[in-house]
């Protein structure tokens, strides 16, 4: 059974004590932040190469009920969630990764098409970063798309930046109307997958935390909660109360 929001942070806190106490080495799944193109995105912030960085758009579009003979297999006792919290998550574990931590979030659930019991098919995410960059999310799984559409934006004082998954390519738009392709390899899901189970093997192998470790895991389960707890209150959720729930 797959555990969702505060629950799911409460297992990973578990395990986390039983690795330190038995010096193991856990890697998270976040199978996103292996790919080349992310990882280039990562170092064309932090090079600030279209000025400093003010906003991100993230989009995650599917047409699930297109593919599905029934939705069972998506119902929450199974999967823990809905979008945001099956396909969502990458983008909020990217998003953390890209400009670090969420000070708060705020998120409206929709079910579209989708039974209730299979959690939200659609969502608008905002996050507010503590380095003063604000970010949105939108995702849906029952979006009239031929095909699985993921796309990431960065809007920066002096240009922006795009990158689609499907394309594999990552796009800058300079002042003065300059424009320039960065440079990625071409990858599909299956490589990112290999990516992170060679990532792994290597600290195995070293003795080294894995990138995506239980404590990068813990802290995008976080931000999880807080949207999940924001479309239950209908308002902005501070990080804060999340970290003082865990506090105790």
């Not at 098919?121 to 029952?142: K, P």
């Amino acid at each position: 059974r797959t555990a969702s929001g505060g629950e799911l942070s409460r297992v990973m806190l578990a395990l986390k004590t039983i690795i330190q106490k038995q010096d193991r080495r856990l890697m998270v799944g976040f199978n996103q932040r292996y790919f080349d193109r992310n990882r280039v995105l990562k170092g064309t912030v932090e090079e600030q190469g279209i000025g400093k960085v003010t906003a991100a758009q993230a989009f995650h579009n599917q047409n699930l009920p297109a593919h599905l003979k029934s939705s069972t297999g998506f119902r929450t006792e199974i999967t823990g969630g809905g979008v945001v919290h099956n396909a969502g998550i990458h983008f909020v574990n990217l998003l953390r990764h890209w400009f670090g931590a969420v000070e708060k979030a705020q998120a409206t659930f929709e079910n579209r098409a989708l039974p209730a019991e299979c959690g939200e098919d659609t969502a608008h995410c905002r996050f507010w970063f503590a380095n003063g960059v604000t970010a949105t999310l939108d995702a849906s799984y029952v979006n009239a798309v031929p095909t699985s559409y993921e796309r990431v934006r960065f809007l920066g004082e002096d240009g922006e930046i795009a990158s689609d998954l499907k394309k594999c390519d990552i796009t800058c738009r300079l002042k003065a109307n300059r424009h320039l392709k960065i440079t990625c390899k071409r990858e599909i899901i299956s490589d990112s997958v290999f990516n992170a189970l060679e990532h792994f093997e290597r600290c195995v192998r070293s003795g080294l935390q894995p990138e995506t470790d239980v404590d990068d895991s813990i802290e995008t389960m976080k931000v999880i909660e807080a949207l999940t707890l924001s479309a239950r209150r209908g308002a902005e959720i501070r990080l804060d109360e999340i970290e003082r729930k865990y506090a105790r």
